[in-house]
């Protein structure tokens, strides 16, 4: 765990945003070591340079994948930087789209990047949720829609959005990865790619860890 806005040990959730996540992660792959890497605030804001000292924190440490469920409108070299620098340290990097779809629908950084896995939200229906950005960085569309995981209270609450279809997307990953260690980022990006069978209304691919836990058992290394 690691606070990188204040330098401290200071690792409680303030928001209740990314304990939802890590619940969404827990039950897909309840056996995943899941690290908290503290980058935005109460407020979920935050700056490129912090967010890529987490992601240096996290090559640092040996992380497998790397889940941004957060998103900015500029690019940023710094940011570009790291992101590529993780990379090619063979760490798994996805990101949400945004769910600014009905009045900016342009994807958002870094999920925009295409080291990055650019995860967007259905219902479901398998129908796109309406505040998911698309476009054509766009990899592949998950379970966003009224959601229902662990809260900061102890208990549970409902939540929608482009981060939360990111953690289901984390999570089959990690399940993959736990199956076969030996995959590295390109095979569970070809792998995504290959098991996204199912599309929705729009023509948007939708992540199938059935699917994608064949592919892997018939491709191990």
């Known amino acids: ?20 996540i890590a619940g969404i ?8 070591e899941l690290y908290s890497v503290k980058v935005l605030n109460k407020k979920q804001i935050g700056s490129y340079e912090n967010i890529a000292k987490g992601i240096e924190w996290a090559i640092n440490n040996d992380i497998d ?14 940011l570009k930087e790291a992101i590529k620098k993780a ?4 760490i798994t990097l996805i990101a949400s789209t945004g769910n600014t779809a009905l009045s900016n629908n342009s994807i958002t950084y870094p999920a925009k990047y295409e080291e990055v896995i650019a995860v967007g939200a259905i219902t479901e229906n398998n129908e796109r949720w309406v505040g998911s950005n698309t476009g054509k960085e766009l990899t592949v569309m998950a379970p ?8 900061i209270d102890g208990n549970y609450t409902i939540r929608s959005g482009t981060s939360l279809a990111a953690a289901h997307v984390a999570g089959g990953l990690a399940l993959l990865l736990s199956y076969n260690p030996l995959l590295d980022n390109k095979d569970l990006r070809e792998i995504i790619i290959q098991s996204s069978i199912e599309k929705t209304t729009d023509g948007y691919r939708i992540f199938n860890l059935e699917e994608a836990f064949k592919i892997c058992k018939n491709s191990e290394k």
């Open 87 to 90: 990379d090619s340290e063979n």
């Open 65 to 78: 994948i790397i889940l941004m469920s957060f998103g900015g409108s500029k690019d940023s070299r710094i």
């Open 25 to 32: 992660i827990a039950q897909i792959a309840p056996k995943a």
């Open 144 to 151: 966003g829609h009224k959601i229902l995981s662990t809260s």
């Open 1 to 20: 765990m690691v606070d990188i806005i204040n330098h401290s040990t200071n690792y409680e959730d303030d928001n209740g945003h990314g304990t939802h």
